[in-house]
Structure formats: C-alpha cells, structure tokens
C-alpha cells in the first residue's frame, strides 16, 4: 500500500482526533523507513558525490594555482594526480545521478562498499600526509595544512555517509560486517605496529590504516544513527502519540541540550556556548515533539515552523560532519563523545517530520503551491540573516564613508543615525569578542566586509566619534547562561588575525649611487641601493627616502642570486601584508616592499640581508633635474652628484614645474588664525566662559594674524561666520557661537576637523582670487584647537601637501591653557610661489617649483602666469613646454593627481581604490594607495596578487586579515588540552 493512502485520522474521541498521527502504516504490515529508499534518490546523490567533489575540485585548482611556484616534483604530480581524481569522480558520479533518474539501479550494496572504501581511504591519506602538499614556505599563512585537511573532509565526508547508510541498512552484506569490520580494523593495525616495534620493522601505511579504520567506524556509526533514527521513528509514529513524542523529544529536546551542556565543559569540536544556541535548540525542540494535528491549519503552522527551523539542524549535521572520525576517541577519551551523533539523529528525525508534513499537505494533489510554501519558510531563517547582515553592512558603509571619507562640504552630508550607528559598532564589538563559530562568522565577515577586518581600534574610534562615549565593554554572550565552567575558545577577533613576530631591523644603509640619464626628453635617476648587515643572523632593513614634489618612482628591482628581479605594483595594504607573512615564513625568502609613509617620504624594506652581508635594490626616479637632486635616502644623497638644470613643463592632469629662474621668486603668506573648538560631547569647550577665555588667550598668542576664524567641531564641522573677522569682535562670535554649540552632539575626530578646515578655506580661497588680485591665496590658516583630549591624531592629510606647501603643523590647546605642536607629514617651505592659467590656481614649492592646478573648467595652456608680489600683479613667463600625454612620465604625473584628488575630495572617492591602483599599475608609477613589491617565487606573487584583489574591491577602511577554517588536527588538541587542564585542576591524574 502506498504510503500517502494511509493519511487518515483515527476518529477516538474529539481530543484523540486532534492528537492521533496522521501518518500510520496497517498494523499488519511492519513500519517503513518514511520516506522510502529518500537517501539514495538522484538529488541526494548528486549533493554527495558530484556537487561536493566538484566543489572541492574548484578549491583544489586555486590551491595549485598558488603552490605550483613553489611545489616540488612530487608535490606537484601528486597534486596532478589528485585533480585529476577528483575531476574522475565528477564525472563518475554525474553519470551515477542521470542513470538514477533514469530508473536504473546503480546504486546498490557493491558500489556503495567500493564508494565507501575508496572515500576511507582518501581521507586516511590526506589527514596523514595532506600537510605534506602544501611547500614549507607556505604553510604558516599563505595555505593552512588545517585548512586544507578540513576542507577534503568536509566535502568528501558525505560521500562516505551515504555509502554507509546504504550499507547500515542492510543494502550490502551484513551489518555486524560494516559496524565490526573498522575496529577490527583499528585494533589490527595497531597490533602490526606494536608487533614492529617489538621485532625492530616499521612497517609502511600503519598510521594510514589506523586513521582509516577510526574514519570507518564513526561514518558508519552516523550512518547507523541516522539509518536507527528513521526506522525508530517510523514505529513510533505508526505506534501512538505518546511514543512519537517520547521519542521526538529524546532525540531533539534532551540529546541537544546535554551536548551543549558537555561541550560547556569540553568545546568540542568547537564551542557553541551561546545564549541564542540554547534558545534555538530548545525552541526547535519542542517543536519537533508536537504531534501531527488534524485541523490543516494548524498543521501548516506546526510544519511551516519546522521547515523554518530546519537550517539549524543542518547547520549542526554539517559542521560535525567532518569530524566524525573523532567518534571512537570521544568515547574513550571525552565521556560522552555519542554525543556526537546527536546532530546525525536530529537531522535524520528533523527530515522525516518535515517529509511527513509535505506528505500531510499534497493529500489533494496539489503539490506546487505546498512545495513553494516549504522552500519559502526554509529559506526564511537564511533570508531573515542575510538581509540583516547586509544591512549591517549598509550601515556600517555609511558610518565608515562619513567618518573616513566625509564631505567636506558646508552642510554637504546628512549625519548619520547616531544611535543607530552606536549600538551596530556596539554589536560588532560583541561579535569580534565573541565566539567564532564554524562558516558564520566567516559568512558574516565576508557579506558585511568582504572578508577583510574592522579593526577593534576603529570601532572604538567610531563610536567615540558618533557618540562622544567610550564604547562598552562587550558582553560575552555566554555571562548569562547558568550551565557550564565558563570556558571559551577562539573568539572571532582572534580567528581574524594572523600572529606576526617581525624580524629585527638591524640592517644599514652601506651605499647609494645615482647614474643620470633622460627618457623621453624626462631626466631619470637609475639609483643602486647597497644595504649591509653586520650582525651575525639574518635582519632586515628598514629605510627612508625622501622625495620633493614632482619626483616620482617608475621602477623597483631587487638582485636575488645574481638576478635583478623587477618590481610589480598591489594594493599598499595588501603587499604589505603578503610581506610581513612572508618575512614571518620560517624558511628564508627574499622579498622588498617600497611604500608611501608620509607625503614626501618612501619607506624601502629588503628581507633578508644575510649575516656579514648585503643586498642590492634599484630604483628609477623621474622628474625635474633639481628634484631629483633632493633625493635623500636615510639622509644620503646619491653619489656622485648631478648638476641640476633649469626644466619647466606642464601636463593635462595639471601638474606644473616652475623652477626659481623662471618668473617672479616666493611670496611668504600672511597668516590668519583659524580656531577649531572642541564642543563635543563632554568637552569643557561647550561652556561659554572656557571657551571664550582660550579663545581671548589664543588671539594673544598670535598678534602677528591678520584676524580670525572659528569653527565648532564634533560630529559635524560649523563655521561661525563666512569669512576673517577681525580681532576686536571675538566676543560677538563667542556669543554667535554659543547658541550653535548646545545642538552639537558626538565626539571630536581631529583628522574629520582639520580636513574640512583644509579643504574649506582653500576652496574659499581660490574663490576669492578671481580677480586681478590672488587676495584668498595670499593667506594661510594658522590652525589651533582646542581640545581636552589627550592625544589629537591628524591622521591622513598627505593630499593637502600641495594646497598648503608652507604649512608646518597646527597647536593643541587644552582647557588648562597647556599648549603643544603637532607638524603636518610634509616639508613645508617658508616661501611659495602662486601659478595661474585662466581661473586655475597652483602653489608652487620644492626646489623645482612643482605644482598641481586646482579642479576648473579650463585646460591647462601655454600662458601660465605667475604672481609677483614686489608689483602686485600676475605676470606671464615665456611659453613652457607641455608634456606628450602618453609619455610615461605624463602618466605617471596622471595617476598621481587621480589619488591626490580622491584624497583631497573623498566624498568623490568613495569606491575607487580599484581605479587608483589600476591607474597606477598600467602607469608603472608608485602611488599613496600602492607599493612596489618583489617576490621570490610565482606562488608569492600570486598571493600578494590575490591579496590585492580583494583588497582593492572593499572599503578602504578595513584591514587585512586571516580567519581560516579550524582543521581538525587543532580541534582534536584543543579539545584534549581542554580534557587535560580540566582533569589537572580537578586533581585526577
């Protein structure tokens, strides 16, 4: 008889009609398995054999795609060998999946003892000799052994289980067989290798055949598990009601409550101890013990509520699924290691109630309308997450874009939900310090920030900044859960970072040696870099250089073995990454990175330069002869010396090169001084008085200004007026200012406030100079602020060297009168010179007079002038040269005035780090957002290739960071650790 014709309700009584299952098979036939023969249909194989190992082939080839630079014969045939199976049994099991659909019976008891042999003895192999693929170099961070042991288990595992379900239910020889066979199995292995050790032999594949046989035994214990759970439950179900709930609620009610009460103690494989984990379990139990009601709609409820809950019971047979074969050593080792199965017998007895239900619902034919119901609300609880997440991430976007990359502009950005922002940075703090668990915290990660990391520090920053408080301390979500010791392991801020033990800087500077020449009609500077190290052990050299305006770096060559191996330009966080991993690596290698630290300033890294003895790097330089003399590496100027010429030019981007025997020499600006109070939340600058009397103490300070200006700055930068007041009114813009300062909330964000002072008044400059007289341009701001904070960071204002070359610093004032100077990361020059082509202005500085044009509807043109101070006028200089455009160094000079611009303007920024380091690598030119970086090996440069990408593709607020898949190997010691500290504070031996 057809299963669906015993859909019936046994008319008892109106209670019992309510209560009774629906589902039950002719007491004179013995219950079947519900539903029949479902584990071996052609979806479930085509989930276990071709999808999992197609998957695991796509993962493999990235693998090989990142060791084959560096993989030895062997490993590379063996990792040949192993694509090649793996694309064999795709194959092999597509072809299985069609003929099943087709009606043949190909799945039967031979082929699913050779799958399940075959599986066995794959994994035994990779779990003992799997660490031996990855090169030695690679091991530390690039290619994880763990990583990669977990992933062939994880994905060839159901395989394995499907094979042995087929055999556990009696599909293949007998049982005792299958359950028998792999401790017999075990215990022989051993003995052959205590017999060798006795007679003075070691024998071959002992350690094989031993991790082969505890693998057989625990996938065939789950699949007995989950084979018992279904045969159990279809007795009980076709028995009574009271049996189908007693045993609904053993196995999904108490089974699931006690392992998360063991792994409390023991967080084996990992831990669970969260107060949501038991809310959920708990929950989804209690739903499983429900029985099958009669009224349809109360039935639909109950079973749209298991289908929802569902994604948790197979999120927990997954996440065990791989480490199945630790059964046997859970039982003798940890107590209570059947636990383990607990997950395989919720998923089986999960499934049955949900197929029951659909077979409850289809009792009038319809199927589609059901079939939609049921994808909906199992995709419900994964939607529901989702959707948050990207949420979060929404959020946390625009938080980061008007913090980082703001609008400089007056009233240019609406402030983001301040609260709102606050408890998310509150919920992420939360999650980092929280437990990691098993693919959703990385899921979480890589939809809420592309895989990379919000630093912990940057949070708190931000919420300092949004808030004007101190973030909580976060709350680890176990402190409520009365059960359990109160042991932990990895959190999610730990699994994101990579351990880093830098190696010592001791290496110097020996040489440096310049050979002149000129490309393209461009003078070029081929510098040779000599650094020794004197010491006995490897170390590392960690060198600056210093740039003027207008040179620019165009090439980079490290000497490894007596070849000049050039230089490739990444993503600047990305390389620097690779490189610290690789500097960390405990084999040597040889890799240079050469970076942007300040504005003017290089940082050059050579690892390793050998005990008693040296390393040689080359750069090529471009720009102005007078430039390129400036050069200073470790304040050492290239030998032998040039003689610098005279060389103006201009190019489209804007640049322009004015040296001091062209034109009108420097004008020194006179100062104005611009305020920026403090009036955050808490800040003693929001009271009238402290900030009416520093500001009286500041124009005291400074009677060389011509006035003043005042800005309120927290969450938001105001100006109290629209232009320079003059001394005598501080205090009409005192009280004008107070009634702004009550509406300012949030925290003060020194970096936030110096680059809308920066960016403001140079825009209000530049307007002011349209006319015949550059009155805007001719002042400069002589920034304080005032502020009690401790530390007042500037942060990244690289870009403005070019608006304001004779800047030097800005002066912190606090309440008490205490006054300190911070610099500004560029040389600022005493005397400028200002440039015009139509409505365009550039200040000109360096030795070469470089200069960039601000944004403007003209193009740069041959009538240049310049501003000659002595006779108040702008003056023309003779026609200058312009640069070809697809000359490198006009490219250069264009990919260069892309990333100041970005920097300078970030609201128009926003997303386009990719553009900037792909502009820079097909310009061959270093920018702030890259780095020349030179690696040994083609699976380094692959990595730092990777490593580029996705950085490149993210906000550019996150960081670089690693949160690989725990292996089993460390699960397995962290869970015996734990046994063992645990057994050790408990006094037992």
């Known amino acids: 008889m057809n299963s669906t014709a015993s859909l019936r309700v046994a008319p008892r009584t109106p209670t019992l009609a309510r209560l009774h299952p629906a589902l039950d098979a002719p007491p004179s036939r013995p219950p079947r398995a519900v539903p029949e023969r479902f584990l071996v249909r052609a979806w479930m194989l085509v989930l276990a054999w071709p999808v999992s190992h197609g998957f695991l082939l796509f993962l493999n080839w990235r ?8 993989a030895t014969g062997p490993q590379s045939a063996t990792w040949l060998a192993l694509l090649l199976g793996l694309a064999c049994s795709v194959a092999w099991g597509t072809a299985v999946a069609v003929r099943r659909r087709g009606g043949a019976q190909v799945v039967h008891g031979r082929g699913a003892a050779a799958a399940f042999l075959l599986t066995v003895l794959a994994l035994a192999l990779f779990a003992w000799k799997g660490w031996a693929l990855i090169p030695g170099s690679m091991q530390g961070w690039m290619l994880r052994p763990e990583v990669l042991i977990f992933q062939h288990f994880s994905l060839l595992m159901p395989l394995a289980l499907l094979a042995a379900v087929i055999g556990a239910e009696g599909g293949a020889g007998p049982r005792i067989v299958w359950f028998g066979g792999p401790i017999l199995f075990v215990l022989g292995s051993i003995a052959l290798g205590l017999f060798g050790s006795v007679i003075g032999l070691q024998f071959p594949f002992v350690t094989v055949l031993v991790v082969g046989g505890l693998t057989a035994f625990g996938v065939v214990c789950a699949a007995g598990a989950l084979a018992g759970v279904r045969s159990a439950y279809a007795r009980a179900r076709a028995s009574s009601v009271g049996a189908l709930t007693g045993f609904s609620a053993l196995v999904a009610l108490v089974a699931p409550v006690a392992g998360l009460l063991l792994n409390a103690v023991i967080p084996f494989p990992y831990s669970f101890q969260r107060g949501d984990m038991y809310l959920v379990a708990v929950l989804n139990g209690l739903l499983l ?23 948790f019971t197979a999120y927990f047979f997954v996440v065990f699924l791989a480490f199945l074969p630790f059964f046997p050593l859970g039982l003798l080792a940890l107590g209570g290691g059947v636990l383990m199965l607990v997950p395989s017998a919720l998923f089986a007895l999960h499934l049955g109630r949900i197929v029951d239900g659909f077979r409850l619902e289809v009792r009038d034919g319809r199927r589609f309308g059901v079939g939609v119901l049921a994808a909906l609300a199992l995709i419900a609880w994964p939607a529901v997450w989702f959707g948050g997440a990207l949420a979060d991430r929404g959020r946390i976007e625009h938080a980061l874009d008007y913090a980082e990359f703001p609008d400089l502009r007056p009233g240019g950005e609406e ?6 922002v606050g408890r998310l940075l509150n919920s992420l703090a939360e999650f980092k310090a929280g437990l ?55 959190s999610v801020g730990a699994m994101e970072s990579v351990p880093f033990t830098p190696p010592p800087a001791t290496a110097r500077l020996v040489s440096v040696a310049a050979t002149p020449s000129v490309r393209e009609g461009v003078p070029v500077r081929q510098v040779r870099v000599e650094v020794g190290n004197s010491a006995a052990a490897d170390a590392e050299y960690v060198g600056r250089i210093e740039l003027p305006p207008g040179v620019v770096v165009t090439g980079f060559w490290l000497h490894i073995g007596g070849e000049r191996v050039p230089g490739r330009l990444f993503e600047k966080r990305a390389a620097l990454w690779v490189y610290q991993r690789i500097t960390h690596s405990p084999e040597i290698r040889d890799p240079a990175i050469l970076r942007h630290i300040e504005a003017d300033v290089l940082e050059l890294r050579i690892f390793p330069v050998p005990g008693q003895g040296s390393r040689l790097v080359e750069l090529e330089l471009a720009g102005p002869g007078a430039a390129l003399d400036a050069v200073r590496f470790d304040g050492t100027a290239p030998r032998p010396a040039t003689e610098a010429g005279a060389w103006a030019f201009w190019s489209g981007s804007g640049s322009l090169a004015i040296p001091a025997e062209v034109g009108p020499g420097p004008v020194v600006r006179r100062p104005f001084l611009q305020i920026v109070a403090d009036v955050s939340t808490g800040s003693p600058f929001r009271e009238a008085e402290v900030l009416e009397r520093a500001v009286r103490e500041t ?12 800005m309120l700055a927290s969450v938001v930068c105001e100006d109290t007026e629209r232009a320079v007041r003059g001394r005598d009114e501080t205090l009409a813009a005192i009280r004008g200012a107070l009634g702004r300062a009550p509406g300012h909330r949030g925290g003060f964000d020194a970096s936030f406030a110096l680059r809308s002072v920066l960016w403001r008044r140079h825009a209000e400059a530049e307007s002011a100079s349209a006319g015949a007289s550059p009155v805007g341009l001719l002042l400069r ?11 007042v960071p500037a942060g990244d ?27 500004f990361p560029w040389r600022a020059d005493e005397g400028i010179r200002l440039a015009r082509a139509g409505s365009r202005f550039a200040l000109l500085s360096g030795p070469a007079g470089f200069g960039v044009f601000g944004r403007g509807p003209e193009t740069v043109a041959e009538s240049i002038e310049v501003w000659d ?21 006009a490219r250069a000079l264009e990919a260069q005035q892309f990333e100041r611009e970005r920097r300078m303007e970030p609201w128009r920024a926003r997303g386009s780090l990719g553009d900037a380091v792909g502009r820079s690598a097909e310009s061959g030119a270093l920018t702030a957002s890259t780095a020349f970086v030179v690696m040994e090996s083609q699976s380094q440069w692959e990595s730092v290739a990777r490593a580029s990408a996705k950085a490149s593709g993210a906000h550019e607020s996150l960081a670089m960071g690693a949160a690989p898949e725990p292996g089993v190997v460390f699960l397995l010691g962290t869970g015996l650790l734990t046994l063992a500290v645990r057994r050790r504070r408990s006094g037992n031996p």
């Not at 693998?63 to 560096?70: N, P, T």
């Not at 701001?781 to 530390?791: K, N």
């Not at 690289?798 to 100077?821: H, I, K, M, N, W």
């Open 797 to 823: 204002l690289d870009a403005f060297a070019s608006v304001y070359p004779d800047l030097q610093g800005f002066t912190v004032r606090d309440p008490s009168g205490g006054v300190r100077e911070e610099r």
């Open 63 to 70: 693998h090989w795609g990142l060791v084959r630079g560096e």
């Open 289 to 311: 013990t429900l029985p099958f009601f009669a009224p349809p709609r109360l039935h639909r409820a109950v079973w749209l509520a298991q289908c929802a809950l569902f994604p």
């Open 436 to 490: 990691w668990l098993p693919y959703l915290s990385d899921a979480y990660n890589a939809v809420v920030f592309d895989g990379l990391v919000l630093p912990s520090a940057k949070i708190e920053k931000l919420h300092r900044f949004f808030t004007g408080e101190p973030l909580p301390a976060p709350q680890f979500p176990r402190s409520a859960i009365p059960f359990g010791g109160g042991r932990r392991s990895a």
């Open 869 to 889: 101070a002595q006779r108040s006028r702008w003056v023309p200089i003779a026609p200058i040269a312009p640069l070809d455009p697809g000359s490198f160094y």
């Open 781 to 791: 701001p002589r920034i304080v602020i005032l502020s009690g904070q401790a530390e």
């Open 699 to 710: 124009l005291r300070a400074n009677p060389d200004c011509a006035g003043f200006r005042l």
């Open 415 to 420: 402030v983001p939900d301040r609260e709102g």
